[in-house]
C-alpha cells in the first residue's frame, strides 16, 4: 500500500509539474494573467482587458525583426483605437542590461510610437506564455482565450486577417 501511495503522489507531481509547460501557448488554452508596468510607471494587467480582444506583442529593441516589425504594430494600433474592442500591448523584454527603461522610452520617442508599452522587467509575462523568440505575437479572443500566435517577424496584414478569424 505504501509503494501505491508513493507512486500515485511521484505520478501527480511529476503531472503537474509539466502541465503549465505544455498549457503555456496551447491554442484554446485559457492564457494566463500577467501584470507589469507600463512607461508611465502605471500596473497593467492582461485580465483589465477582458471582454476585448488582446493582442500581446513580445520584443526587445535589440532584436532587429522586432524592430522591423514595430511601424506595422504601430499603424495597426492607430487603427485598433478606433475600433475599441481590440488592444494592442507591446511587452518589452526589459532586463536591464540589453533593454532598460531610458532605452525602450528613447526608442519608443524616436520612432514616435504610439502604442502602449509595458515592461517586463521580472520576465514574469516572458515566462507565463514560454516566450522563447522573438518576437513572438499572441492573440487572446474576448474571453481570454489564446486563438493566434506566430513566433518571429509579422505584419499588420496577417494579424489583422487573424483578428477577423477570431471575431
Given at each position: 500500500?505504501?509503494?501505491?501511495?508513493?507512486?500515485?503522489?511521484?505520478?501527480f507531481?511529476?503531472?503537474?509539474s509539466?502541465?503549465?509547460?505544455?498549457?503555456?501557448?496551447?491554442?484554446?488554452?485559457?492564457?494566463?494573467?500577467?501584470?507589469?508596468?507600463?512607461?508611465?510607471?502605471?500596473?497593467?494587467k492582461?485580465?483589465?482587458?477582458?471582454?476585448?480582444?488582446?493582442?500581446?506583442?513580445?520584443?526587445?529593441?535589440?532584436?532587429?525583426?522586432?524592430?522591423?516589425?514595430?511601424?506595422?504594430?504601430?499603424?495597426?494600433?492607430?487603427?485598433?483605437?478606433?475600433?475599441?474592442?481590440?488592444?494592442?500591448?507591446?511587452?518589452?523584454?526589459?532586463?536591464?542590461?540589453?533593454?532598460?527603461?531610458?532605452?525602450?522610452?528613447?526608442?519608443?520617442?524616436?520612432?514616435?510610437?504610439?502604442?502602449?508599452?509595458?515592461?517586463?522587467?521580472?520576465?514574469?509575462?516572458?515566462?507565463?506564455?514560454?516566450?522563447?523568440?522573438?518576437?513572438?505575437?499572441?492573440?487572446?479572443?474576448?474571453?481570454?482565450?489564446?486563438?493566434w500566435?506566430?513566433?518571429?517577424?509579422?505584419?499588420?496584414?496577417?494579424?489583422?486577417?487573424?483578428?477577423?478569424?477570431?471575431?
Amino acid at each position: 500500500m505504501k509503494k501505491l501511495m508513493i507512486g500515485l503522489f511521484a505520478a501527480f507531481v511529476i503531472i503537474f509539474s509539466f502541465a503549465p509547460v505544455s498549457f503555456a501557448l496551447e491554442l484554446g488554452a485559457q492564457a494566463g494573467d500577467f501584470e507589469v508596468e507600463d512607461l508611465k510607471g502605471n500596473i497593467v494587467k492582461t485580465s483589465d482587458y477582458k471582454g476585448k480582444i488582446l493582442i500581446i506583442n513580445f520584443w526587445a529593441t535589440w532584436c532587429p525583426p522586432c524592430k522591423k516589425e514595430m511601424p506595422d504594430f504601430d499603424l495597426l494600433d492607430k487603427e485598433l483605437k478606433k475600433t475599441n474592442n481590440v488592444v494592442l500591448l507591446a511587452v518589452n523584454m526589459t532586463d536591464g542590461k540589453r533593454d532598460t527603461k531610458s532605452k525602450v522610452e528613447s526608442f519608443i520617442k524616436d520612432n514616435n510610437y504610439g502604442m502602449k508599452v509595458l515592461l517586463d522587467s521580472e520576465g514574469k509575462a516572458a515566462k507565463l506564455y514560454e516566450i522563447k523568440w522573438l518576437p513572438t505575437t499572441v492573440i487572446l479572443d474576448s474571453k481570454g482565450i489564446i486563438r493566434w500566435q506566430v513566433f518571429g517577424e509579422t505584419t499588420k496584414e496577417a494579424v489583422l486577417k487573424a483578428i477577423k478569424e477570431i471575431k
